[in-house]
């Protein structure tokens, strides 16, 4: 059976690691005969499920990524299979288990149906190691490197810990050096790049700077950590963290995220870090020519104007000393403690001014 994977540029980064562990696969704009895989977010949940659903092709069809790991049953009513999870182990057994005719059960991390029309969820798989896989290959696709997975904290809105763990695991510096060679501008992904090395609450800088002095080494390379399709929590901003990146990096900006100017939302969204903590990391940026790109979150379903007023504080703040904001309106996700969660809406004088700033290239972002 031919496989095929369903490529975008939304599911670029997941596919980029998978292609390689799948011999013979094929980017695909639409479905196929054969084994069609997607990967996709909640966002794009209704086109995917509308084209699987309106499919006129003899395929069988798997789905992965953060919004079937999420809503494996929602997804089972329009795929065959679901990968729960992270996917390098997981889908090349259930592809030769589809090929074989081998016992679909036996294949740890899927869900499926029963010949009842029951989902089926089989045992968990434990996480992987990175250094054993691919971050992609060049000849396929080429992504960000990641060098960190899962997350210690327990935000209610992020599927990240839910998907790939509380235990924040790292691919080795020799293993990030050897893929390095692959880019003149290295990028990383990782939910908080700054803690590198550490169990991701207890920042171990020494072991930041071995993997920026090792890279540093590579000649001919531009380093930009701490960035996106990265960022960094407030609270592992310190003079140490700052000087590591402009002594090693190329980049003049940083992302970071603040979510909220108000400490009582941190508090109830489980954030784990405090208003004084983001101010205090944005002015160390600001003292060392380092440019904030900060992340909010509004619409939070216990969030009062009082509490989006404080967040618009802060931006404005932001602005004024030269940095920038991406704000979004909360969305929802399935498998978090907000699955079912009606956000609030947003004030009038929130608009007003990220428009505003928006209009003077301050901020982006879709803020409802």
């Known amino acids: 059976m031919d496989i095929n ?10 596919f980029a690691a998978l292609a390689p562990l799948l011999p013979g696969a094929q980017k695909s ?14 966002r794009q949940k209704e086109f995917v499920f509308k084209e699987v659903t309106g499919a006129d092709t003899d395929s069988v069809f798997i789905a992965g990524g953060p919004h079937p790991s999420g809503a494996p049953e929602e997804t089972l009513r329009h795929f065959d299979y679901v990968v729960v999870g992270e996917g390098e182990e997981t889908l090349p057994e259930l592809i030769k288990a589809i090929i074989t005719g081998e016992d679909i059960s036996e294949v740890k991390g899927i869900a499926y149906r029963d010949n009842k029309g029951s989902a089926v969820f089989t045992a968990c798989r434990e996480p992987v190691d990175l250094d054993k896989y691919p971050c992609f290959d060049p000849g396929i696709a080429m992504a960000p490197m990641e060098i960190s997975r899962g997350c210690p904290f327990r935000c209610k809105y992020c599927q990240t810990p839910r998907i790939f763990g509380g235990k924040l695991r790292h691919r080795s510096i020799d293993s990030i050096a050897e893929w390095a060679k692959y880019f003149k501008d290295m990028r990383f992904t990782s939910s908080n790049a700054l ?31 701490g960035t996106f399709p990265s960022e960094v929590r407030p609270e592992f901003i310190t003079k140490e963290s700052i000087g590591l990146i402009t002594k090693y990096c190329d980049n003049t900006r940083l992302n970071l995220g603040a979510q909220s100017g108000s400490e009582d939302v941190l508090r109830d969204i489980l954030r784990g870090h405090t208003v004084e903590d983001t101010y205090r990391g944005i002015e160390l940026c600001f003292d060392s020519g380092i440019i904030p790109v900060v992340d909010f979150i509004v619409g939070f379903p216990d969030e009062t104007e009082d509490d989006q007023n404080k967040s618009l504080e802060m931006i404005e703040w932001i602005c004024r000393k030269g940095g920038t904001v991406h704000a979004h309106y909360l969305t929802p996700l399935p498998g978090t403690p907000y699955e079912n969660a009606v956000p609030s809406p947003v004030n009038d004088s929130f608009k007003r001014v990220l428009g505003k700033l928006a209009m003077e290239g301050k901020a982006t972002g879709s803020w409802g």
Do not use: C, T
């Not at 704009?29 to 909640?42: T, W």
């Not at 207890?202 to 890279?215: T, W």
């Open 5 to 14: 994977l369903r490529w975008d540029n939304k599911n670029s980064y997941s």
């Open 29 to 42: 704009k639409g479905p196929r005969d054969g084994i069609m895989i997607y990967s996709f977010a909640s």
């Open 195 to 225: 803690a590198y090395g550490s169990d991701g609450i207890h920042p171990r800088f020494d072991r930041v700077e071995k993997l920026l002095s090792k890279l540093r080494s590579i000649q001919g390379k531009n380093i930009y950590f």
